[in-house]
């Protein structure tokens, strides 16, 4: 066998990845598991909510960024949707109320359509946390 096939850094079989090159694929695991994990539960894909998609080591960081994007902003229009998603998740009322109380609203000042958007917006977030972020925090350790 040729030795210098064995110490020639240009044959890919020597090539040895950077750490730039292993953060990297681990960013573009984390995107793609992030993406496949939030179609399934959402229906939709997070990483275009990401305005940083580089060095992406931490699951609170990668939260804090979907946050700021906007990305659990939910919206339910219409009187109709609004009631419907309230019975079927919230028919007593207390959960959405206490998240409008959190963010400061009152009673005078809130209707179906708030309360529905406030509460499918706490549960996608609660969602992230119990299904989306374990797996990709396990990625995150596990690289």
Request: charged share 25%; with cysteine; net charge negative.
């Amino acid at each position: 066998m040729d030795t210098h096939t064995n110490t020639d850094t240009n044959n890919p079989i020597n090539h040895t990845h950077s750490a730039e090159d292993l953060q990297i694929i681990q960013d573009e695991k984390i995107i793609n598991l992030l993406d496949s994990l939030a179609d399934d539960f959402f229906g939709d894909t997070p990483s275009e909510y990401l305005s940083n998609k580089e060095d992406l080591s931490c699951i609170h960081n990668i939260y804090d960024d979907l946050q700021n994007n906007g990305y659990f902003n939910e919206e339910i229009i219409y009187y109709y949707n609004a009631i419907k998603y309230l019975k079927d998740n919230d028919q007593s009322l207390t959960e959405s109320l206490e998240i409008a109380e959190e963010y400061g609203y009152s009673i005078t000042n809130i209707n179906s359509e708030l309360l529905a958007t406030l509460h499918a917006s706490r549960n996608k977030e609660s969602k992230f946390w119990e299904h989306i972020a374990p797996e990709v925090e396990n990625i995150i350790n596990n690289l």
